[in-house]
C-alpha cells in the first residue's frame, strides 16, 4: 500500500541490529573492566544477573502492596474489556490479542459487521501458546505481512522471547498452517516485500559482507517461490557503512511502483524508483518522508528547502502531481507549514482524501485535505480536544470496488480518558462508537494541567502535570517525572490504567516532559537537541524538575524521574548532572555507556542523532555527558533501579549491566533487574509486563513516600 518512505522502517531503526547469539565481547581494559558483562549469554554474566536479580527482588518484594500491584496489573492487562484494535486485510479485520488464557496470544480476525457488535465472533487464525507448545519454542507475535487482495498468504514473523530478530514463514490464512515449501527464513533482522504472489524481495544475513555494519540487511534480494535463497538475484545494494537497504511496493492498480533505497545515516535516504522495467534516482532532500499516492506525490520537509526563489521551511508537507515530479517539474502546493505551536505528527491516505494528523501545543488535531476543481481544499475535523488523536485508513487500493474507500478509524484519549475507537467517513464530523476502554480506576478528583519550564538558554518547555485527588502545592507529593528527548518522538497524553490503579489514587503525581530531541514541534525542536546540542535535552528536563520543586508541586525528597532507552540516557544522564533533585530513578533498557554504543547491537545506526565516538571532536561532547564515564565514587546520587532485558537485541543489555556493576564497585548501591525474556519492551507476556510494573512501582514508593 501507498505510505512513506521513511515510516517503513521505524521498527528497524529503532530495532536491534544483530542477533543476541552473535554478540562479541572485547576483552577488558583498566579503562572497562566490565566489557565481559557485555557476553549476554555468557555464563558468568548471567550469573552476576541471576545475584543482582535476586537481591532486588528480595528488596522490592518487601512493599506491602506489591502483590496487589502486580495482581491488579495482570488483570488490566489480561482483561477481555480492552479494545482489539484492528487492521483491514480484504473483507477481514485481523486483531492480535492477549488475556489470561492466551498468553502468547491469537492471532484472529472477524468482520466489519460482527466488530460492530459489542461480543464479536472472532475466527482464531494462529494460536501462538498452541505453536509455541507443539514447536517447543518460546514465539512471541512480531507481525505478519499479508498479499492482496484476497490476502490468503502471510508472511508471518516470530520472535524467540521477544527479540527483535525474527524467524519468517509463510502461512495460509485459509489453510490455517504453514505452506509446505513456501518462503522461509531463518532468525535474522529481515526485511520481506511481496512483489507478486510467487516473489518477494528479501533482505536478510546473507552471510558474510550481507549485512551493514549497523548489522542490518546491506544487500536486497529477488527471491522467486521453490528458489534456493542462495540462487535469489541481487536487486539492490547499499554501502557496509550506511544503515540498511530496503524495498517498497506500491501494488496500487495502475500505479505499480517498486522503490528502492539505502540509508546513509537514521534520518538520510537515497532512493531509486522502479517503474516500467527502468530504474530513477528520486532527487529531494535526502531527509525528507517521500509517499507516492496514487497519481499524487506528498514530501514532508525535515530541513528547509529553497527552490528557485521560493524556501519551503522544514515541517512542511508539500504535494504535486507524481508524473510531472518525474519529468523534473518542482510546482508544489503546501497542504501544512508549521508555525511557533503547530507542528504534523503524521498522515493518512484514503482513496481520494488526505488525513492529517496536527499537533497544537501538544495536543492533537485532524485535518482533511481533497481535491477539487483542480484546486486542495482544507476541511478541519471537528473531533475530541485537547488530547491524543489517530487517525488510520480502512481503505484497501487493491479492491477495485471498495466500500470503505472513504472510511478510516479515529482513536481518542487522554490521561483521564479511556481509549476510544471510533469510524469515520471524510467529508463529514457524524462517528460510529466501535469500541472504548472501560475506566480502570476513579479519576474523581484527579486533574491535568499544562505549565511550561524555562530552560538553561530561555527555551519555554512544555510539561503536563496529573494531580492525585486533593493533592495540594505543598512541595510534599510523591512526584514522576517522565520524559524521553529524542529521535523526533513526541510524548502525547495517555491513558494509564496502571498508573491510575498504582499512583495517582494513591496520591502520586505524574509528570510528562516535552523536551527538546522529542517531536512535539516538528522537526527543529528535535534537530535542536542532537549530536551537539545532546545536552539540551538533559537542560530541559533538569529545567522541568526545578520548576516542579520552585511551585512546590513537589520537593526534591519525593521527586523521582523515569525514561526508558534513549530516556534511559536522559535519566542516567542527569541523574549524574543534577543529582540534589531527585530521590530516585528507574532506568529503562538504557543506553549508558556512549562510548562503545556504535558498536553494540543496532547502536551504530544511532550516530546520526549522538555522534560518533570514535572521532575525537564528537567524543568531546559525547563524554561530557555519557553516564559510564561520568560516575564517580563519593558522588552523593538518588537511589537508582536499572531495568534490562536479556533478550533486548536493540539496545544492549550491557549498558546498564555494566553501569550497575560499577556503580556498586563505587559504594553507590544501585538496585538491577533484568528480565530473561521481554526484548526492548521488557517483557514478553502479561504476566512478565505485571511482575516488572510492580517492581518499578515498589521501588518508586519506597523511595518517595516511605512512610507508605
Not at 471537528?382 to 488523536?389: D, E, K, N, R, V
Not at 510534599?476 to 528527548?485: E, Q
Request: include cysteine; charged fraction near 25%.
Amino acid at each position: 500500500m501507498p505510505r512513506l518512505i521513511r515510516t517503513l522502517l521505524p521498527a528497524l531503526l529503532l530495532a536491534g541490529a544483530t542477533s543476541l547469539s552473535m554478540a562479541t565481547t572485547a576483552p577488558a581494559t583498566p579503562e572497562d573492566p566490565y566489557l565481559w558483562l557485555e557476553d549476554v549469554q555468557g555464563d558468568k554474566a548471567l550469573a552476576w544477573v541471576r545475584e543482582r536479580n535476586a537481591q532486588s527482588r528480595t528488596l522490592l518484594q518487601a512493599f506491602p502492596r506489591f502483590g496487589t500491584m502486580r495482581d491488579t496489573f495482570r488483570a488490566i492487562l489480561d482483561s477481555r474489556e480492552k479494545i482489539p484494535y484492528v487492521s483491514r486485510r480484504g473483507e477481514h479485520l485481523y486483531n492480535f490479542w492477549r488475556d489470561a488464557t492466551h498468553q502468547r496470544g491469537l492471532w484472529r480476525r472477524t468482520t466489519l459487521a460482527e466488530y460492530r457488535k459489542p461480543d464479536p465472533a472472532w475466527e482464531t487464525v494462529i494460536d501462538l501458546d498452541a505453536l509455541a507448545k507443539a514447536e517447543n519454542e518460546n514465539w512471541v507475535w512480531s507481525g505478519a505481512d499479508c498479499f492482496g487482495p484476497d490476502y490468503q498468504r502471510c508472511l508471518v514473523r516470530l520472535s524467540r522471547g521477544g527479540a527483535d530478530a525474527v524467524v519468517a514463514r509463510e502461512f495460509d490464512t485459509r489453510a490455517k498452517r504453514f505452506v509446505d515449501g513456501g518462503f522461509k527464513l531463518p532468525e535474522a533482522k529481515t526485511q520481506l516485500e511481496w512483489l507478486d504472489a510467487d516473489t518477494v524481495y528479501v533482505g536478510t544475513d546473507f552471510g558474510p559482507g550481507s549485512m551493514t555494519d549497523s548489522g542490518y540487511p546491506r544487500i536486497i534480494k529477488r527471491w522467486k517461490r521453490g528458489q534456493p535463497l542462495a540462487e535469489a538475484v541481487t536487486v539492490f545494494e547499499a554501502q557496509p557503512k550506511d544503515v540498511y537497504a530496503f524495498a517498497s511496493v506500491d501494488r496500487t492498480p495502475g500505479f505499480e511502483r517498486t522503490v528502492f533505497g539505502r540509508a546513509s545515516d537514521f534520518y538520510n535516504t537515497e532512493l531509486t524508483l522502479l517503474a516500467d522495467g527502468r530504474t530513477t534516482r528520486l532527487e529531494r532532500p535526502s531527509d525528507s518522508d517521500f509517499t507516492f499516492w496514487r497519481d499524487q506525490l506528498l514530501i514532508q520537509l525535515r530541513s528547509d528547502w529553497k527552490l528557485g526563489d521560493t524556501t519551503w521551511p522544514s515541517g512542511s508537507l508539500l504535494v504535486t502531481d507524481a508524473k510531472a515530479y518525474l519529468a523534473g517539474e518542482r510546482r508544489f502546493t503546501a497542504l501544512f507549514t508549521p508555525t511557533a505551536t503547530r507542528s504534523l505528527a503524521g498522515l493518512s491516505t484514503t482513496r481520494g482524501t488526505l488525513l492529517l494528523n496536527v499537533l497544537d501545543n501538544v495536543a492533537g488535531r485532524l485535518e482533511e485535505w481533497r481535491r477539487a476543481d483542480g484546486r486542495w481544499q482544507r476541511r478541519e475535523v471537528q473531533a475530541p480536544f485537547p488530547g491524543t488523536l489517530g487517525a488510520s485508513t480502512l481503505h484497501d487500493p487493491l479492491l477495485k470496488d471498495d466500500a470503505l474507500a472513504e472510511a478510516y478509524l479515529v482513536t481518542y484519549t487522554d490521561f483521564l480518558t479511556p481509549d476510544s475507537l471510533m469510524l469515520a467517513r471524510t467529508g463529514s464530523d457524524q462517528r460510529e462508537l466501535l469500541k472504548a476502554r472501560p475506566a480502570f480506576f476513579d479519576a474523581t478528583g484527579v486533574r491535568v494541567e499544562q505549565r511550561f519550564a524555562k530552560s538553561k538558554d530561555g527555551t519555554r518547555v512544555p510539561y503536563f502535570v496529573v494531580w492525585a485527588p486533593g493533592a495540594k502545592p505543598d512541595g510534599r507529593n510523591p512526584t514522576l517525572l517522565y520524559g524521553y528527548g529524542g529521535f523526533e518522538v513526541s510524548q502525547q497524553p495517555w491513558y494509564s490504567a496502571g498508573f491510575g490503579t498504582a499512583w495517582y489514587t494513591q496520591g502520586g503525581v505524574l509528570v510528562v516532559a516535552n523536551i527538546r530531541g522529542g517531536g512535539e514541534y516538528g522537526p527543529a525542536w528535535h534537530q535542536a537537541a542532537t549530536k551537539a546540542n545532546k545536552q539540551k535535552s538533559y537542560d530541559d528536563f533538569a529545567a522541568v524538575a526545578e520548576d516542579l520543586i520552585a511551585q512546590k508541586i513537589t520537593s526534591p525528597q519525593h521527586l523521582g524521574i523515569e525514561g526508558g532507552s534513549n530516556g534511559g540516557l536522559l535519566v542516567g544522564a542527569v541523574m549524574l548532572q543534577r543529582p540534589e533533585l531527585f530521590k530516585a530513578v528507574v532506568c529503562q533498557v538504557p543506553l549508558l555507556d556512549m562510548q562503545r554504543y556504535h558498536k553494540l547491537l543496532a547502536g551504530a545506526s544511532w550516530m546520526a542523532e549522538y555522534g560518533n565516538p570514535d572521532k575525537a571532536d564528537e567524543w568531546a561532547f559525547i563524554s561530557k555527558y555519557s553516564p559510564y564515564q561520568n560516575v564517580r565514587p563519593g558522588l552523593k546520587l538518588p537511589k537508582v533501579l536499572f531495568t534490562t532485558s536479556t533478550r533486548d537485541d536493540r539496545v544492549h543489555p550491557g549498558h546498564a549491566r555494566k553501569m550497575a556493576a560499577r556503580m556498586l564497585e563505587q559504594g553507590h548501591a544501585p538496585l538491577y533487574y533484568e528480565n530473561i525474556e521481554g526484548g526492548h519492551g521488557g517483557a514478553a507476556d502479561n504476566a512478565q509486563r505485571a511482575d516488572l510494573m510492580a517492581l518499578e512501582f515498589a521501588f518508586l514508593w519506597q523511595q518517595l513516600a516511605p512512610a507508605q
